[in-house]
């Protein structure tokens, strides 16, 4: 049994996930994992979508890649999917939510545009991560959180860390 919880952080890209993964991180000293950093470190990129100007990943040695990773538990998984995680890997998953103004910023200044821009923001008004985290887990696990300023960094972080704490006295009171 995991005395760590496995986080998931989701959501579109430039919602700030990573920002969210790297305070979480420094906080509890659960573990970051950037997913797309440890899929080019074991060679799961099987292609590069000139389209959408990005890789196409192989999940299923992805998945392997991440086995060994994630099976300690103490994990923070930071990608813009999540269904491809086994329910059995994850505790907790976070989609990270963001008005459309501000991701069209963040996304324009990051250098996002034509399609892929169009999709990404399509993809954050539709909800996609939400519904695609809801379809996949237990909805119980699912928490969906805004991040426009700074603040709601910290707080959304110190929410969780508040959730990580839960997660392990139930988890002390199930094993005593
Ligand atoms: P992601 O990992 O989802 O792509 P990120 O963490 O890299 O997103 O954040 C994208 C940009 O937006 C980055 O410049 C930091 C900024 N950002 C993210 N969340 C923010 C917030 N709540 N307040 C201010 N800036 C934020």
């Known amino acids: 049994m995991r005395t760590n919880p496995n ?15 790297e305070l979480l991180a420094r906080n509890t000293g659960l573990k970051h994992l950037p997913i797309n950093q440890v899929a080019k470190e074991h060679d799961c990129h099987e292609d590069w979508d000139e389209e959408l100007q990005t890789w196409i990943v192989d999940e299923d ?8 990773l994630v099976a300690p538990g103490g994990c923070i998984l930071d990608w813009h ?4 995680f086994p ?10 939510r963001c008005d459309s103004t501000t991701l069209f910023d963040r996304l324009t200044a990051r ?3 034509g399609k892929k821009l169009d999709e990404n923001m399509d993809a954050e008004i539709m909800q996609m991560l939400l519904e695609e985290a809801k379809e996949g887990y237990d909805e119980e696990i699912v928490v969906e959180l805004y991040s426009e300023v700074a ?3 910290e707080q959304n972080v110190e929410r969780v860390e508040q959730w ?11 094993r005593a």
């Open 151 to 153: 603040e709601d960094v």
């Open 111 to 113: 250098g996002y545009s």
């Open 81 to 84: 999917a999540c269904d491809l």
């Open 61 to 68: 040695k992805l998945l392997d890649a991440l086995e060994p």
């Open 164 to 174: 990580i704490e839960a997660w392990k006295k139930a988890k002390n009171e199930e």
């Open 87 to 96: 329910q059995r890997w994850v505790d907790l998953v976070v989609v990270i």
């Open 7 to 21: 986080i998931v952080i989701t959501g579109t890209p430039g919602v700030g996930k990573t920002t969210h993964a």
